[in-house]
């Protein structure tokens, strides 16, 4: 079976297309999580987000796509962003950064990796059920 390919992620700003990079960083991610837990929290209250919640989720778009953009393109009253789609984006990081961790996953071999986690070989069918 051949390995799922992931969809590169892409925004349009200023009219013009944005890729995410394929190597995500890991500060950037770092970053985002925070931002995240910060706006769970908020949502959870069932409270709207601030200001700075709001420019916090726009500095993590910006770095999730390795600045190759700026907060201020993304504001831009003619070419920018709505608010939905600004929130929209930042919500689906975790959807991206899920199919890489899919697609390496599946790269790595799913029998594989069960393997390291349990100790017990999972290549052979039903190995764990095996008395040795």
């Given at each position: 079976m051949a390995a799922a390919k992931t969809k590169k992620r892409s925004?349009?700003?200023?009219?013009?297309?944005?890729?995410?990079?394929?190597?995500?960083?890991?500060?950037?991610?770092?970053?985002?999580?925070?931002v995240r837990d910060s706006i769970m929290d908020t949502e959870a209250k069932r409270a709207l987000y601030t200001r700075q919640?709001?420019?916090d989720m726009m500095d993590v778009i910006v770095e999730m796509y390795g600045n190759q953009f700026t907060t201020d393109d993304m504001l831009d009253a003619?070419?920018?962003?709505?608010?939905?789609?600004?929130v929209?984006?930042?919500?689906?990081?975790?959807?991206?950064?899920g199919e890489?961790?899919?697609k390496r996953t599946e790269d790595f071999g799913l029998p594989f990796f069960f393997t390291f986690l349990t100790g017990k070989d999972m290549r052979k069918?039903?190995?764990f059920h095996r008395e040795t």
């Open positions: 925004i349009i700003i200023g009219n013009k297309e944005y890729t995410m990079p394929q190597k995500m960083s890991t500060m950037a991610y770092l970053h985002y999580l925070e919640q709001f420019m003619e070419t920018g962003m709505t608010p939905d789609s600004i929209m984006e930042f919500a689906l990081m975790d959807v991206s950064v890489k961790v899919d069918p039903f190995a």
